[in-house]
């Protein structure tokens, strides 16, 4: 009995010491990824199910002009992008508060 309660001991441990560390390398966007100032949360691209937020009107229209490298660049730096609303378990295209698409804000 003790041994198990050891083992159980030992391995919520290790699950705990894992789940710290992933969350540590885990870093929200705090920054635009053209400029590098604080992001507005009115200002965003939704791109490949992921919602990017920039400081800026021009950022998004640069940020389209090559994603997949600003994409890359924030993947290298661990920042983790929240999920866009249509991609979100449950929401499918169509699915917003209103029932609208997001092409149609």
């Given at each position: 009995m003790m041994r198990t309660l050891r083992v159980l001991a030992v391995l919520?441990?290790?699950?705990?010491?894992?789940?710290?560390?992933?969350?540590?390398?885990?870093?929200?966007?705090e920054k635009c990824p053209i400029m590098g100032y604080k992001p507005s949360e009115k200002l965003f691209v939704d791109y490949q199910g992921k919602r990017i937020y920039f400081c800026c009107g021009s950022c998004p229209e640069t940020f389209m002009k090559d994603p997949d490298a600003y994409m890359e660049k924030m993947r290298e730096e661990g920042i983790t992008l929240e999920?866009?609303?249509d991609t979100a378990p449950g929401k499918g295209p169509g699915d917003g508060p209103r029932g609208d698409s997001k092409d149609a804000r």
């Open positions: 919520s441990a290790v699950f705990f010491f894992f789940g710290v560390l992933s969350a540590a390398a885990e870093v929200k966007q999920d866009s609303p």
